[in-house]
C-alpha cells in the first residue's frame, strides 16, 4: 500500500535584495527531509525597502518557480518593508486582542489603514495578560512580491516576513535560553535585522535595509547607531535590564557588522553562522511546528483561494457522480448481460431437453391409454348395465354416448321433470360413478321433457 500513501510536502520562498531564495522538504518515514533548496539571482540588487521589485524580478521569480512543485509556498517577504510592534495587551483571549489591534492601527502606523494589511501572533501569554507582535505591510508590497509567482500559477499558504520567520528558527532549534534577556542579529547581504528576548519572548523585532548605493563601512555604521537607539528605547519603555549575552548570525557573503556592533555593545558579541538559509529554515519550521496564526496574505487572495478550491470539489464531486453513475450503468448492464446468458443458458438447456420430454409424454399417453383400456371397471356394457339399475321408470334414454376412461353422455325423455331429476340423484348417491354429474336443464317437446347428461369416469375431467 506504499503507492497510497500521500506526499506531503512543504515549500518556501523567501524574497532577497539579490534575488529569491527558496527550498522544497519532503516527509519521508524518518521525517522531513530537505529536498532541494537554492537562489535564483536577480540581474539587477533590488533595495529591500522597496515597494518595487526591479525589472529583472519576474523573470527570477519564474526561474525560481521551476524548482518547485504545484503545491502551496509559504511567502517570506523583507521585514524591512513591514511595521513590527510587540505590545501587551490586558486579554489572553484573541478575539478580544483582534479588536484591541484593531482599535489601535491608527496609531500603530504613520500609513493610511486602508493601504496595509495587518496581523498578529500571540508570543507568550501570562495570566490576565500577552505579549503580542502585531505586522502591518503596504498592501502593494505584497501584491507586488507575489504576482510574478502567482502568473506562474503558485498558491501561497501564508505570508510573512523576515524577523518572524529568523526568530521561530532560533526557538525551533531551542537557541533562545528561557531566563535573561538576550540579543540576536542576523547579519546579511541585504542588511541587519534585530531581535531581542527576555525570558523566552521578543521583546523587540526590527529589520534594517541596506541600500545598494551604500558601503559597507557606512550601512555598518548607521545599523550601530540603530542598535544603540532601539536598546536604549526599550530600556526606558521595559525597563533597564542588563544584556545577559549578544549572537551574531552571519549569512554567506553577508556585510561584516560585527565590529561596529562590538563598538556600541557592553558585552562581548559572539559570532556564529546561520544555523542554515532562511527559506531552508522556514519551510522545515512550517513542516514540524505548529500552525502559526500570522498571515498577511490579501483578502482577495484567501478568496480567490477559496473560490478555486470550491470549483475544484465541485469538480471532483461531478466527476465523482459522472463515475459513479457510469460504474451503475455498467454494473446494470453487465447484470442484464448476465441474466440474459443466464436465460439463453436455461433456454439451451429446456431445448435440449424439450424433445425427449415430449417423448416420454406420448409414452406416458399411450401407457395410460394402455392401461385404461385393459381397466374393465368403467367398460361401456358394465356403466352401460349401472345406469339401466339405476333409471328410474318412465325415463327412456334415446342415446348413450360412451367414451373410454373420460365420460358419458346420456340424453332420452321423460313425462315429467321429476324422473329425470330422480335419475340424478340416483346417479348422485350411486358408489360406482364416483365423479362429477351435470345435468343440463330439461327442455319439453312434443308433450315430453328431454334431457342431457355428461358423467365423469375421471375426477380430473369437468
Not at 495587551?89 to 492601527?105: C, F, H, K, R, T
Not at 500559477?153 to 529568523?166: H, K, L, M, N, P
Not at 471532483?316 to 459513479?324: C, E, Q, R, S, Y
Not at 358408489?431 to 351435470?438: A, D, E, G, I, S
Amino acid at each position: 500500500m506504499k503507492g497510497l500513501v500521500p506526499i506531503r510536502i512543504q515549500q518556501a520562498v523567501v524574497l532577497r535584495g539579490l534575488g529569491v531564495e527558496w527550498a522544497r522538504y519532503r516527509a519521508l518515514r524518518e521525517g522531513w527531509v530537505l529536498d532541494r533548496s537554492g537562489l535564483e539571482p536577480c540581474e539587477t540588487p533590488a533595495d529591500p525597502s522597496s515597494l518595487e521589485g526591479p525589472a529583472s524580478f519576474p523573470a527570477t521569480a519564474a526561474a525560481a518557480v521551476r524548482h518547485l512543485g504545484r503545491r502551496p509556498v509559504l511567502l517570506v517577504t523583507p521585514a524591512s518593508c513591514a511595521i513590527q510592534r510587540i505590545l501587551s495587551v490586558p486579554s489572553s483571549d484573541e478575539a478580544e486582542i483582534a479588536g484591541m489591534i484593531e482599535l489601535q492601527l491608527e496609531s500603530l502606523s504613520p500609513f493610511p489603514v486602508e493601504s496595509l494589511l495587518h496581523s498578529f501572533e500571540v508570543l507568550g501569554a501570562d495570566g490576565g495578560s500577552a505579549r503580542v507582535l502585531v505586522v502591518l505591510t503596504p498592501r502593494k508590497a505584497i501584491e507586488n512580491a507575489g504576482a510574478p509567482f502567482r502568473q506562474q500559477g503558485v498558491r501561497f499558504s501564508r505570508v510573512t516576513v523576515s524577523t518572524y520567520e529568523w526568530w521561530h528558527a532560533f526557538h525551533h532549534r531551542r537557541l533562545v535560553p528561557s531566563e535573561g534577556r538576550h540579543l540576536f542579529l542576523v547579519a546579511s547581504p541585504d542588511g541587519c535585522e534585530f531581535l531581542l528576548v527576555e525570558s523566552g519572548v521578543p521583546l523587540l523585532m526590527r529589520a534594517l535595509p541596506h541600500p545598494p548605493e551604500q558601503s559597507p563601512d557606512a550601512f555598518a555604521a548607521e545599523a550601530a547607531d540603530e542598535l544603540s537607539y532601539s536598546l536604549t528605547a526599550l530600556s526606558l519603555e521595559a525597563g533597564d535590564a542588563p544584556l545577559a549575552s549578544a549572537t551574531l548570525y552571519s549569512e554567506p557573503d553577508a556585510l561584516p557588522l560585527a565590529a561596529a556592533f562590538r563598538r556600541c555593545l557592553a558585552i562581548p558579541l559572539r559570532e556564529e553562522q546561520a544555523p542554515g538559509r532562511l527559506a531552508e529554515l522556514a519551510a522545515q519550521r512550517e513542516a514540524e511546528g505548529p500552525p502559526r496564526r500570522l498571515d498577511l496574505t490579501p483578502p482577495e487572495w484567501r478568496e480567490e483561494e477559496h473560490r478555486r478550491q470550491f470549483r475544484r470539489r465541485l469538480a471532483a464531486a461531478t466527476a465523482g457522480g459522472i463515475l459513479l453513475w457510469a460504474v451503475l450503468v455498467a454494473a446494470l448492464e453487465g447484470w442484464v448481460q448476465w441474466q440474459q446468458n443466464h436465460l439463453d443458458q436455461r433456454e439451451a438447456e429446456l431445448a435440449a431437453v424439450r424433445h425427449p420430454a415430449q417423448e416420454l409424454r406420448d409414452l406416458m399417453s399411450r401407457v395410460d391409454a394402455l392401461a385404461r383400456y385393459r381397466d374393465t371397471t368403467y367398460s361401456a356394457l358394465e356403466c352401460l348395465r349401472e345406469i339401466a339399475l339405476l333409471m328410474p321408470p318412465g325415463v327412456e334414454l334415446r342415446q348413450y354416448k360412451f367414451e373410454k376412461g373420460r365420460a358419458i353422455t346420456l340424453t332420452g325423455e321423460a313425462p315429467v321433470s321429476q324422473p329425470i331429476y330422480d335419475f340424478k340423484k340416483a346417479l348422485d348417491t350411486s358408489p360406482f360413478f364416483r365423479f362429477q354429474k351435470r345435468l343440463e336443464n330439461p327442455t319439453r317437446s312434443g308433450g315430453r321433457e328431454n334431457f342431457r347428461m355428461a358423467i365423469a369416469l375421471r375426477e380430473d375431467i369437468e
